[in-house]
């Protein structure tokens, strides 16, 4: 009886469901003789529950940590990109120091 059980919770997803049959179904375990089969089963299906959840996690552990790295580095880029802006922009004004629309003054004559 608990093979038949356990093939059947095996071809099914929806484990909860089961979960609430085998619990409420008092006669099965009056059938089954033994209440330790049952109690085995509950722990397997208990078990393949976490199984199913810890893979949903660790999941979505991997997406948030390539959205840490993918985060990390756009900063990292930021950071470079003000660096080399703030190296170019003293570069940039050194040579325009004298204005172009100002004329160098003119010379003076002399009267004799």
Do not use: G, H
């Amino acid at each position: 009886m608990a093979n038949l059980i356990r093939k059947i919770l095996k071809q099914t997803k929806d484990f909860t469901q089961w979960k609430y049959l085998i619990k409420s179904n008092f006669n099965l375990a009056n059938v089954m003789r033994n209440s330790t089969d049952l109690e085995l089963e509950e722990l397997r299906l208990e078990r393949a529950e976490l199984e199913a959840r810890s893979k949903l996690l660790w999941q979505r552990q991997r997406c948030v940590e390539s959205m840490l790295t993918d985060l990390t580095r756009s900063i990292k880029q930021m950071e470079f990109d003000i660096d080399l802006m703030r190296m170019q922009k003293p570069a940039s004004i050194a040579p325009q120091e004298t204005p172009t629309n100002e004329k160098p003054p003119a010379k003076r004559e002399q009267k004799i």
